[in-house]
């Protein structure tokens, strides 16, 4: 049966006259525009480009690693690589990420409204973004800064003689980019959604973002205000956090970490919610327990601003902080889980297909389960006081970082892949590159949660000979799992000019960003959609063929 | 301890492993099995209460036992017992350096003898470092400006790594030692070889030559208070507060007087920042300290063959 | 798509002018919630360092300027006054009351951060001004008891005051700035009892700044005060 959804008709093998892509070329056109989509794309540039800059630090890491002594980069160069992939990868990857890119892209679409509340400022946010990368270009170039991305104090005020006020700004400046993005899918969320489309309509991924928000919006100044505080006392040798001048460096802590836990809710509620758009579309069926996955996710933002502690079980706080710390850090596992039991069952009496996208989501369910359970094991005291500062904490945070989070975004960005290009990537080389990336992924770090075991610290340019063996399976692992980066890098550049034309919805999904063109037109909708269905009515929609269709 | 630790990180390690083989298997199986066949279409599930309620309470009952045991072990990791012998350890840019109570000094090393309970007591004189013991899975960050304290019982002998486990510049991943644990004959031996005085010993003669003496007397009210048998005990200082007197305490009175005014005394005494080095004021406080002791047993050793520490005249004051 | 006669502020993405205004008052609400988050980072280590060292947070508290304090708030709950003022007259289409409001208000932000700088002019002299210059001698007036206090933590009492006045001092200016934009925009008639938003949420900017400020003052400046 035909649904009020599907009732678009778009004349297959016609790619639309005018499109967001072609409507205007000129450079002015893109770096003064205010469509959303635009912008996502404008993100897509600089936001890869910032991850293989990270990506080029890993990799300087992994080959320093390889063998016990420090024979490829001095001391003080390797501490910087070190910190220098943490901020790259932390601010100027992970967080705008799925959010900036996809989210952009997508939010409108997805709730029928012709752009963002705030076009002007998310062009903004872009700005921001950009200044505050290249600020942190030139705070690379003129010397780096070597504090770690966690820039503790006294450390970081009076002991490091690099440029750790400009990165400090750096950060500060792309905070607001973020604080923009999050501020404008709220209000869009509020006041824009199309006639008919109630809360429990949305599209899980549009819960997410918008979880995600709550978080952007209250955290981030909190970061904001402590980079200041760090560059203040550093310029004027104030004593806020220096005890030789009064104060107190486990404050720094505190305030650091009140960010910077919600932070990583931020990087991986949004990849959730691709997940989430992802199962449903390919076991062509509504997400099992809709209302308590988009719950979750709000559980899991307003419960992630309860346990930032739990970053200093040993930092110097009282036994009965670390305790109530750790209580609330097992809680906020609770809601991740609900989750992953709920993407499962979806799966029962589904009709699955394994196109690439699908793939990801498996990958994401299986590594983001191990590192929320490796999370669990850190907010165990008893254990934590061995782990933490060690190669475990490191294997943890990419588990959920690289297992969950990028590859999340890999599957949403072959997903919505035709509807932002026009065009379909070639299925096997995206297959290829998948396994890649997991294979590699894996053997990259799960070694480290053994190293960490047995007693490898973080941030260690040398070590004991006996922590080889682990490490040079590490580096092997990168390697892999680098290929499997670079390849997709190739071919959905290639798939631009050489990828057959996408149709308006070639998986047959569900959601209104699939009721327009491929790609969409400058305004998103000819008319404003009126919504009467449930998301993921999958039961009104007819399947498509096996695989990644083709138009025509 | 360490066998404790393990002991928990196997349970967790299986809990997880199951949980992750769990949904492992759940995933393939069933997309395997609802694989997309021409003529099946999707059978659409809304949800399940139930479901959702199980799955939600059963595993945080599961993590209340993480927590219950990580915390049972970690309350005992932060509870040094009473009769533990004390080192005192003082990290920078970029080693060790330890002082115990008989006044051996080391760098990046520390003797202990088997079956000892030992306490550390360590501040740092620049940044924040980290003492980290794999072998006896235990660490505890190392600040400045205060002391933090780290307690063990080794009861191998054997060398252990130590590392310093709080990045703190260039040489981070060099600050690294031993920790020797020696039978006790053998520690013994190795601790009568050292030179120099018990660290109470130097405090001791601080106290004089800095002139503390002449204001915390303890045979009449001076203008400071008596300190005999101050450490640990409760404090009633002037704006209405009771504090307990323990490291910290003295080593803040020492470097910021002002700070916590005992009751009835006057805000007259000087501050010692920057006169005294790390090492000198941890000579003080241990001589502070070791003045709330009985006038028998030591606090340090079992074997020690060495005379104890000369106690200063004992005037009882409540 | 025919093009209806509408408001010319209103923007195309937008169904109507009613969805643009609820967007845009939602959205200067959620910044300001960012704001309170900002500067409560500041309020933390500030609440955090008066309780560990009291004494000195009192004795540099009572070395501030009590009289220039008090003034510039009474400048500032006058302005935010003239602020709904000029709200009001926005609403009933009366452009000149509305710029004379504007331009008072202006006066007023600009009056406060004169006398501001006179306040850190005082404590420049008085050698307050954390950094190498920095020396207090002052004691903690306890009713009368002089307690001396140790100068470091006197330091940091005078280390937050200034980036906290400062931080809002920069809010300060920033908002003088913007409504200087507006005043030049209501003068030439862009605002109408059916679209006057722009000022609205420009002065919810201005009372939040104004909240700041009223809590500022007594954390900072009355600290044990007694006479």
């Known amino acids: ?552 | 301890m360490a066998s404790q630790v393990d002991a928990l990180y196997i349970y967790l390690l299986l809990v997880s492993g199951l949980m992750t083989a769990l949904i492992f298997i759940a995933v393939a199986v069933l997309a395997i099995k609802y694989r997309r066949v021409p003529g099946r279409d999707a059978h659409p599930i809304e949800g399940s209460t139930v479901l959702e309620i199980s799955w939600s309470v059963i595993p945080f009952f599961v993590m209340l036992t993480f927590f219950i045991w990580g915390a049972v072990i970690f309350f005992e990791e932060r509870t040094p017992p009473a009769n533990a012998t004390e080192v005192y350890v003082v990290a920078k840019q970029w080693m060790w350096k330890i002082e115990h109570m008989e006044g051996q000094r080391e760098i990046n090393e520390l003797h202990v003898p088997t079956g000892q309970n030992v306490k550390l007591i360590m501040t740092s004189q620049d940044v924040i470092h980290s003492f980290f013991i794999p072998a006896f899975r235990l660490k505890q960050d190392v600040l400045p400006g205060r002391y933090t304290t780290l307690w063990f019982n080794a009861t191998k002998p054997g060398r252990y790594h130590l590392f310093c486990a709080e990045y703190c510049g260039t040489q981070h991943s060099g600050m690294g030692g031993d920790i020797i644990v020696m039978a006790p004959q053998d520690y013994a031996q190795w601790m009568a070889g050292g030179p120099s005085a018990p660290l109470q010993e130097t405090g001791k003669q601080l106290f004089a030559s800095l002139g503390c003496v002449t204001c915390h007397r303890s045979d009449v009210q001076g203008r400071g208070p008596n300190l005999i048998g101050v450490y640990n005990k409760p404090v009633l200082l002037e704006d209405g507060r009771t504090v307990i007197a323990d490291e910290n305490y003295v080593r803040e009175s020492i470097l910021d007087p002002t700070a916590k005014i005992v009751k009835g005394f006057k805000p007259v005494m000087p501050t010692f920042q920057g006169i005294i080095s790390d090492e000198q004021l941890n000579a003080l406080v241990a001589y502070i300290k070791s003045l709330s002791q009985p006038p028998t047993g030591t606090a340090g050793l079992q074997d020690q063959p060495a005379p104890s520490p000369a106690q200063p005249q004992k005037t009882q004051v409540q | ?227």
């Not at chain 1, 970082?401 to 995206?430: D, N, Q, T």
């Not at chain 3, 709950?77 to 710029?99: C, D, P, Y």
Request: charged fraction near 10%; proline fraction near 5%.
């Open chain 1, 1 to 552: 049966m035909a649904s009020k959804a599907a009732s678009i008709v778009i004349p297959a093998n016609q790619p639309p006259k005018l499109n967001y892509l072609n409507n205007g070329s000129s450079l002015k056109s893109w770096l003064l525009t205010t469509d959303h989509k635009r912008i996502a794309i404008l993100y897509l540039i600089s936001v890869t480009a910032f991850f293989m800059l990270g990506g080029f630090f890993a990799m300087l890491i992994r080959l320093e690693l390889l063998t016990p002594q420090g024979d490829l980069l001095q001391a003080d160069t390797y501490n910087k690589v070190f910190t220098m992939h943490g901020i790259v990868m932390v601010f100027f990857f992970l967080v705008p990420v799925v959010p900036a890119i996809l989210g952009n892209f997508l939010v409108p679409l997805m709730i029928g409204a012709k752009d963002l509340a705030f076009p002007r400022i998310n062009l903004l946010s872009w700005y921001l973004y950009v200044i505050g990368g290249v600020l942190f270009l030139h705070c690379m170039l003129t010397g780096g800064v070597d504090t770690g991305w966690t820039f503790y104090t006294p450390y970081s005020t009076a002991g490091s003689n690099t440029n750790v006020v400009e990165a400090g700004l750096a950060i500060f400046i792309a905070g607001f980019s973020s604080i923009f993005t999050g501020l404008n899918f709220i209000v869009t969320v509020h006041r824009m959604r199309a006639p008919g489309l109630t809360w429990d309509r949305l599209p899980l991924f549009i819960w997410a973002n918008y979880a995600t928000s709550l978080i952007m919006i209250l955290g981030t100044p909190v970061i904001a205000i402590t980079m200041v505080l760090v560059a203040v006392e550093r310029l004027f040798h104030l004593g806020i956090f220096d005890p030789s001048l009064g104060g107190d460096p486990v404050l720094f802590q505190h305030l650091f970490w009140f960010y910077s836990h919600p932070a990583v809710y931020i990087m991986i509620l949004p990849s959730m919610g691709v997940v989430s758009e992802l199962v449903a579309c390919f076991a062509r069926k509504r997400v099992f327990g809709y209302k308590f996955v988009a719950m979750s996710s709000v559980a899991i933002a307003v419960f992630g601003f309860l346990v930032w502690a739990h970053h200093l079980f040993v930092a110097g706080i009282s036994l009965y902080a670390a305790l109530v710390f750790s209580l609330l850090s097992f809680l906020v596992g609770v809601p991740s889980a609900v989750k992953v039991f709920n993407w499962t069952a979806t799966l029962y009496k589904g009709s699955i297909s394994y196109a690439t996208p699908m793939l990801y989501a498996f990958g994401f369910i299986g590594l983001f389960t191990i590192g929320g359970l490796t999370g669990l094991i850190l907010a165990t005291i008893g254990i934590d006081v061995h782990v933490t500062d060690t190669y475990f904490v490191i294997a943890h945070f990419h588990y959920v970082m690289v297992g969950g989070v990028l590859m999340g975004y890999l599957g949403g960005l072959h997903f919505w892949w035709p509807k932002i290009s026009g065009r379909m990537y070639p299925e096997g080389w995206a297959k290829l590159s998948a396994l890649f990336v997991f294979v590699g992924f894996n053997l990259t770090f799960f070694p480290q949660f053994i190293l960490g075991y047995v007693g490898m610290p973080r941030r260690y340019w040398q070590y004991p000979p006996e922590f080889q063996v682990l490490n040079v399976l590490s580096t092997a692992g990168a390697s892999i799992l680098a290929v499997g980066y670079l390849l997709p890098m190739i071919y959905l550049l290639w798939s631009l000019r050489y990828g057959p034309i996408a149709e308006a919805n070639p998986w047959g999904a569900a959601g209104l960003e699939w009721q327009t063109t491929s790609p969409p037109p400058t305004f998103n909708f000819d008319e404003t959609p009126v919504v009467t269905w449930e998301a993921y009515n999958y039961d009104e929609i007819p399947p498509k063929e096996l695989e990644a269709p083709v138009a025509g």
């Open chain 3, 1 to 227: 798509m025919e093009h209806e006669a509408h408001n010319p502020a209103l923007l195309h993405h937008f169904a109507d002018a009613q969805q643009q205004k609820n967007a845009a008052s939602l959205g200067m609400w959620l910044f300001l919630v960012t704001e309170i988050m900002f500067f409560g980072g500041m309020f933390c280590a500030y609440l955090v360092y008066r309780l560990a060292h009291f004494n000195a947070f009192a004795a540099g508290s009572q070395q501030l300027n009590i009289w220039l304090g008090a003034t510039n708030t009474g400048v500032l709950i006058v302005s935010s006054v003239t602020v709904v003022l000029a709200v009001k007259a926005a609403e009933a289409g009366k452009r000149k009351v509305l710029v004379g409001y504007l331009v008072v208000t202006v006066l007023l932000g600009m009056t406060f951060l004169v006398i501001k700088g006179f306040e850190y002019k005082e404590k420049f002299e008085k050698h307050h001004v954390p950094g190498a210059t920095f020396n207090f001698t002052d004691k903690f007036d306890d009713n009368g008891k002089q307690i001396p206090v140790n100068p470091k933590e006197a330091e940091l009492f005078f280390s937050l005051y200034f980036v906290m006045t400062g931080m809002h001092a920069l809010h300060m200016i920033i908002g003088c700035g913007l409504f200087s934009v507006l005043t030049v925009l209501a003068w030439k008639g862009h605002y109408t009892p059916g679209y006057f938003t722009p000022i609205e949420n420009a002065g919810l900017y201005w009372h939040l700044v104004d909240i700041i400020w009223i809590y500022l003052f007594p954390l900072l400046y009355l600290i044990s005060r007694h006479s």
